[in-house]
C-alpha cells in the first residue's frame, strides 16, 4: 500500500502571550497518520517581530516579542516527507496592558489660549484643551465628538496644523489642542443655501482617541450651547485670470468659456430659510474707501435681468439659485489699475426676504463687504509712436542696438493686467532700405529711423521673442547702398502684428503708416563671451592677508554672419556671492579687470567676504547686447581668518626614568573652516624661566628643541582635517652615559599647528604642559673614539680604524659582548684577536676599554660599501643591553678602464677611432693617468702601428686626465694599422694604463687588447 500523508486533527485554540513571556502548546494531539508512522513537528511564525515559536518534540513554544499579532502555523511530516500544517492565532500583550485615556480640560479661544469660553454661549471656532493619557497603547488618531459628529482633530500645543498619529510608544501624558469650527458649513457656494454642519442649540461635547487596542471615549463631556448668527457668503467663480502684484485679476474677450459670476449663499443657524437676496457692485478710489462711502458703480451687467438692470449702484434682486453671470460683452468699460488703485467690490446687499417674504435681514450679520475683486476687459491701446525692444529715442542716441535674447517690448498702454505682444513682423534693413532694392543715392538717416516713410518686407512673422530671429542675416543683398545695411552688419526692424493684454483682450489696430514701428535698426547678437583656461593664484582657502585672484582668458566670438560680436567691457563684468549679505542679493565682493583690445588675460579679485567660511563665487562677464550675453565660472573658496583650536592635555609635575620616559600627549586639534594642514610636536628645553620673553609655566617657541639624540620631532600632514584626534606617547631617552642624573631637568612640550589657507596660513602654538625629569642609574655599553660616536665616518680600502668598548657600571658576573654587522668586505674585531666576535668584561675590568678594529678589504669594485656595528650584552645584569655604532663607510679610490663600444680589431693598412674610458670610486682630487699602448715595434720605421692624439705627434703614450670631483674620463685616439709584407700574421696591441697609485687598477678579466687583422691571408 502506498504511504498515505498525515492529517490535521481538530482546531488548535488561539493563545494570548504577554510581551516576554511564553505560552506551550502540545500538538501531538492535533494531527494524526493512517499509516501509524511516527511524526515529526517544526513550526513559523506570520509575524516574528510579534511572536517567534520554537518545536521540541510534540511541543511547541511561543515567545511573545511585542505587542501584536501572528499567526503560528505547526507542520506534522512523516517519514517520506509527507506533511499535515494546521496554524492558530497568537495575540502578543493584550491581557494586563494599562489603556490610554482621554479628557476634556476646557475650552479656549483660538487666537489666545489664556482666554476661556463660556461654554453656554459658544459661536465660530473655539479650541478644545484635551488631556490624553497613552501609558502602554500607541495612541494613532485623536478627534473630538459633538452629538452624533466626529471631528478630527488637529494639532497640538506645539505643532498647530498637523494632525496628531503616533503620539508615542508608551508612558506619560500630553496636552493636546483641538480646532472646532462650529460656524462651519457643508458644501460649496454655488447660489443655493448653505446648511450648517452644527445648527444652533445643545450639544454634548467629547472625545475619543483611536489606539492599537481600539477605540474608546472619554471618561466625561462637557455640555455646550452653540449660538452662531447667519450669514451671506459672497462666491466668485473666475473666466480667465492673471495673478498681477500678487492679485488675482479677472477679465478677457467674449467667449462662452470666458463667464464671471458671483454666487450668494445665506447660511442659516436656526433653519431660516432665504428666498431672496441682492447684490451690489462698487468702485472705490484709489484711497480704497469702504464700498459704502466715495463709490463709484460698475458698469457689470447680469444677463438674467432686464436691460435696465445693472450693478449700477442699485442692488439687484434675485430669488434662488442665487447667481449673476458676468459676461464680457457687457462690460467692455470695466479697467482698473490694479492693486494700489481702484478696487472693485462686490457684496450682498442689506435687504433679504424669507421664502414667505418678510425681511429677515436682521438675522444674518457679516453681509459686507465681500472682494475686493479686480476686473479688466478692456484691450491694451497702441500709441501713435510704438518702440520694440528698445526705449532708445534717436538714431543720434543710438547708432544701431543689438540684442540678445527676451522677448520683443512693445511701449503699448495699458492700466490692467499688462500688456503682452503676441506677435511681431520683422524685415531687413536692406529690403526696408529708402531706395528700394538696387537703387542709388544719398543714405537718407531719418528714413532709417521713421518706418512710416518706408515699405515693409515681412522675412518673420509671428516673432514672439529676439530668439527666433538668427544671427546670420540671410536676405541682406551685396548691392544694397552702403549704410543702409549698417554697413554690413545683421540689421533687422519690426513692426507690431498684434497686441494683446495678458488676459486674451486684443488690439485691433489697422495697417496704417500709424502703425508702423518707429524703433531703431537693430541686430541680433545671442553669442556668448567664454570664460576658458580658469587658474587659480594659490590656495582656495585663504585668510585676510591676501585677496584670492582667479586668473582666467576671455573670448569674444564672432557671430553667424561673421562680424564681431558686441563689445565686452570690464565694466559689464562682476564677481558676486549670493546670499553673502542680507542687504543685498548678490552683492558685489570683488573686481574684474581685462583689456580685450590689449589681450584676453583677465583677473577677478575676489574681496570683502563678510565671515569665516565656505563660499560660492560667481565670476560673471557680460557683452553690450540687450539683455546682455553673459559667461558664468563658479569656484568654490574658503575664507578662514581664525587660528587652529587644541583641546586635551600634556605632561605635568615630576618624571623618573631608566632609559626612556614616555610622554603622553592627548586631545583635539581642530579648525572648522580650511582644516589643519600640518603640525609638529615637540618636546623643548625648559630650564631658563628667567628669561624675560620665556616663563616656566608654558612651553614657548622660543624654548629650544631637545636634541635629536634625546628626541626626534613629530611632524604629521593634516590633509585638511576639520578635526584630528591626537593621542601620542613622545620617548624622551636619558643623557649619554649610564651615571645616575640626579639633578632634575626641565622640559615642555609645544604644538604648533597650521591651518590649509593660502601661504603661509593661520598658525598657533599650543603648551600642552611642563614636567621635570631624574634619571637612575643605567647599565650601557660606552663607546669611545672616532668609530663608535653618534659622527658617521669612512675609512680608506684595505685600511683599518678603531674605536673602544667599556661598560658603564660593575656587572654581577662576567658580561659578554657580541659584535654584529657590518657588510661585504667590512669586518670588526677585538683588537687583541682579530677572528673573535665579541668580548669579555669582569666585575673588575668592566670599566677598561677594549679596542674594536674596524677592516676593510680591498676589491675589484667601485662600491663603497658602508655599514653599522650592533654591541649586545649577556650576563652580569646586562642582558639585552645594546648599543649601535654610526655609520662607517670605506672609501674605494679603485680605477676601472673600458673600450666602451669602441672596435677591437683593425684590418691591416686602415685606422680606426678608438675610445678609452677610465672610472674611479674616489673623486676627492684629480687623478693622472698614463694610457700605453704597446706592440712590435711600435711607431718605428718598420712599426706595424701608430697611435695619435688629434693633431699631436704619434706617440704610443697618452694621458687620460679624471678632474677632482668628476668620476670618469675619456680619451679617443685614432690608431692606424700599418701595411706590411712577408707574413700573413695577426699581431696584437695591449693597452696598460699606470699612474693611480696604489688604489688599485682593474681591467675587465681578458684585458684590453686591439687585433690587427692581416690582409695578407
Request: net charge negative.
Amino acid at each position: 500500500m502506498a504511504n498515505r500523508a498525515p492529517v490535521a486533527v481538530g482546531t488548535i485554540p488561539a493563545h494570548n502571550v504577554d510581551v516576554g513571556g511564553t505560552a506551550t502548546v502540545p500538538v501531538a494531539g492535533y494531527f494524526s497518520d493512517a499509516d501509524g508512522d511516527a511524526l515529526t513537528y517544526s513550526g513559523s511564525s506570520s509575524n516574528p517581530a510579534a511572536a517567534t515559536v520554537s518545536v521540541e518534540g510534540s511541543t511547541a513554544t511561543v515567545t511573545g516579542v511585542a505587542r501584536g499579532s501572528a499567526v503560528v502555523t505547526i507542520t506534522a511530516a512523516d517519514p517520506d516527507g509527507l506533511q499535515a500544517n494546521q496554524g492558530f492565532s497568537v495575540t502578543v500583550g493584550q491581557d494586563g496592558v494599562r489603556r490610554a485615556t482621554v479628557a476634556i480640560f476646557g475650552l479656549r479661544n483660538p487666537n489666545d489660549r489664556n482666554q476661556s469660553v463660556n461654554p453656554s454661549e459658544v459661536s465660530g471656532a473655539v479650541t478644545v484643551l484635551l488631556d490624553v493619557q497613552y501609558n502602554d497603547e500607541t495612541v494613532t488618531g485623536i478627534a473630538l465628538t459633538l452629538g452624533d459628529n466626529v471631528i478630527s482633530c488637529r494639532g497640538t500645543s506645539s505643532d498647530a496644523n498637523q494632525a496628531i498619529a503616533g503620539l508615542a510608544e508608551s508612558g506619560g501624558a500630553v496636552e493636546v489642542d483641538c480646532y472646532l469650527n462650529t460656524a462651519a458649513v457643508m458644501g460649496e457656494c454655488m447660489g443655493e443655501q448653505l446648511m450648517p454642519a452644527y445648527a444652533n442649540g445643545e450639544y454634548a461635547l467629547g472625545a475619543q482617541i483611536t489606539t492599537d487596542g481600539g477605540t474608546r471615549e472619554s471618561l466625561g463631556t462637557q455640555q455646550v450651547t452653540l449660538k452662531n448668527s447667519g450669514r451671506m457668503e459672497v462666491a466668485h467663480s473666475g473666466g480667465n485670470s492673471v495673478i498681477k502684484g500678487g492679485m488675482q485679476m479677472y477679465g478677457g474677450p467674449t467667449a462662452d468659456d470666458n463667464m464671471n459670476a458671483f454666487h450668494v449663499c445665506p447660511v442659516a443657524y436656526d433653519g431660516t430659510m432665504v428666498g431672496k437676496v441682492s447684490l451690489r457692485a462698487l468702485s472705490t478710489g484709489a484711497a480704497k474707501a469702504e464700498p459704502h462711502q466715495a463709490a463709484t458703480s460698475l458698469a457689470f451687467k447680469a444677463p438674467t435681468t432686464a436691460p435696465a438692470a445693472s450693478f449700477n449702484g442699485a442692488a439687484v434682486e434675485m430669488e434662488g439659485p442665487f447667481s449673476w453671470d458676468v459676461n464680457s460683452a457687457w462690460n467692455a468699460a470695466v479697467e482698473d489699475e490694479g492693486p494700489g488703485g481702484r478696487e472693485h467690490w462686490v457684496f450682498a446687499a442689506e435687504t433679504i426676504e424669507d421664502d414667505g417674504g418678510l425681511d429677515v435681514s436682521s438675522k444674518f450679520a457679516n453681509m459686507n463687504p465681500y472682494g475686493p475683486y479686480y476686473f479688466d476687459f478692456k484691450a491694451p491701446v497702441a500709441p501713435e509712436e510704438l518702440t520694440v525692444g528698445s526705449k532708445a529715442s534717436s538714431a543720434e542716441a543710438i547708432d544701431k542696438v543689438t540684442y540678445s535674447s527676451g522677448s520683443f517690448f512693445v511701449d503699448a498702454t495699458d492700466m490692467g493686467a499688462g500688456v503682452a505682444a503676441s506677435s511681431v513682423s520683422v524685415g531687413d534693413c536692406a529690403m526696408n532700405s529708402p531706395y528700394g532694392p538696387g537703387e542709388g543715392g544719398a543714405s537718407v538717416a531719418a528714413h532709417r529711423v521713421d518706418r512710416s516713410k518706408v515699405g515693409f518686407e515681412a522675412m518673420y512673422t509671428d516673432v514672439m521673442g529676439i530668439a527666433d530671429l538668427a544671427e546670420e542675416d540671410a536676405t541682406r543683398t551685396a548691392f544694397t547702398p552702403a549704410g543702409a545695411d549698417d554697413n554690413g552688419a545683421d540689421c533687422y526692424v519690426a513692426e507690431l502684428a498684434s497686441l494683446t493684454d495678458k488676459l486674451g483682450n486684443a488690439w485691433m489696430g489697422g495697417k496704417t503708416p500709424s502703425s508702423w514701428l518707429q524703433s531703431l535698426p537693430f541686430g541680433v547678437d545671442k553669442t556668448k563671451p567664454v570664460i576658458e583656461d580658469v587658474e587659480f593664484d594659490g590656495s582656495k582657502a585663504f585668510n585676510a592677508a591676501a585677496d584670492p585672484v582667479i586668473e582666467f582668458e576671455i573670448q569674444n566670438p564672432k557671430l553667424a554672419s561673421g562680424d564681431n560680436g558686441t563689445a565686452v567691457t570690464a565694466t559689464n563684468a562682476s564677481v558676486t556671492i549670493p546670499g553673502a549679505t542680507a542687504a543685498a542679493e548678490p552683492p558685489s565682493v570683488g573686481t574684474v579687470a581685462f583689456d580685450l583690445s590689449a589681450d584676453d588675460n583677465a583677473t577677478a579679485t575676489v574681496s570683502g567676504l563678510p565671515k569665516d567660511g565656505e563660499y560660492t563665487v560667481t565670476v560673471t562677464v557680460r557683452d553690450g547686447a540687450t539683455p546682455r550675453n553673459k559667461a558664468t565660472h563658479m569656484e568654490t573658496l574658503v575664507l578662514d581668518t581664525t587660528d587652529p583650536t587644541f583641546s586635551g592635555s600634556g605632561p605635568s609635575g615630576a618624571m623618573e626614568g631608566t632609559a626612556t620616559l614616555g610622554v603622553n600627549v592627548s586631545g583635539v586639534l581642530k579648525d572648522a573652516t580650511a582644516g589643519i594642514k600640518s603640525y609638529t610636536l615637540s618636546i623643548r628645553d625648559n630650564s631658563d624661566p628667567n628669561s624675560a620673553s620665556l616663563s616656566p609655566f608654558f612651553c614657548e617657541a622660543a624654548d629650544p628643541v631637545v636634541a635629536e639624540t634625546r628626541w626626534e620631532d613629530v611632524e604629521v600632514m593634516g590633509k585638511g582635517a576639520k578635526s584630528i584626534d591626537i593621542d601620542r606617547t613622545l620617548t624622551l631617552k636619558r643623557p649619554a652615559g649610564g651615571a645616575a642624573v640626579t639633578t632634575a631637568e626641565s622640559f615642555c612640550v609645544l604644538l604648533q599647528a597650521t591651518d590649509a589657507t593660502a601661504g603661509a596660513g593661520n598658525s598657533k602654538d599650543f603648551s600642552l604642559g611642563t614636567f621635570t625629569a631624574t634619571w637612575t642609574a643605567q647599565a650601557v655599553i660606552a663607546l669611545t673614539g672616532t668609530l663608535g660616536d653618534a659622527t658617521e665616518d669612512t675609512i680608506p680600502e684595505a685600511g683599518t680604524g678603531t674605536f673602544s668598548v667599556a661598560l658603564s657600571q660593575q656587572p654581577t658576573g662576567d658580561v659578554t659582548v657580541a659584535i654584529t654587522g657590518g657588510a661585504a668586505g667590512l669586518k670588526a674585531a677585538p683588537a687583541a684577536a682579530a677572528t673573535a666576535t665579541s668580548l669579555t668584561f669582569t666585575t673588575t675590568d668592566y670599566s677598561t676599554a677594549q679596542a674594536i678594529t674596524v677592516t676593510s678589504e680591498a676589491d675589484k669594485n667601485l662600491a663603497w660599501e658602508s655599514g653599522t656595528f650592533t654591541l649586545t650584552a649577556s650576563g652580569g645584569g646586562y642582558d639585552g643591553v645594546t648599543v649601535k655604532t654610526a655609520s662607517v663607510t670605506v672609501n674605494d679610490p679603485d680605477v676601472e678602464f673600458d673600450l666602451g663600444d669602441d672596435p677591437v680589431s683593425i684590418t691591416e693598412g686602415t685606422n680606426a677611432e678608438v675610445t678609452i674610458t677610465a672610472t674611479r670610486g674616489d673623486t676627492l682630487t684629480a687623478e693622472s693617468l698614463t694610457v700605453s699602448f704597446e706592440g712590435t715595434t711600435a711607431n718605428t720605421a718598420d712599426a706595424e702601428f701608430t697611435v695619435k692624439l688629434g693633431d699631436a705627434a704619434a706617440s704610443n703614450t697618452q694621458t687620460l686626465e679624471i678632474p677632482a670631483g668628476e668620476t670618469s674620463a675619456s680619451i679617443t685616439v685614432t690608431v692606424t694599422a700599418l701595411q706590411e709584407t712577408g707574413d700573413a700574421n695577426d699581431d696584437s696591441i695591449t693597452v696598460t694604463i699606470s699612474g693611480a697609485g696604489d688604489s688599485g687598477n682593474h681591467f675587465p678579466d681578458d684585458g684590453i687588447t686591439i687585433t690587427i687583422v692581416d690582409d695578407d691571408k
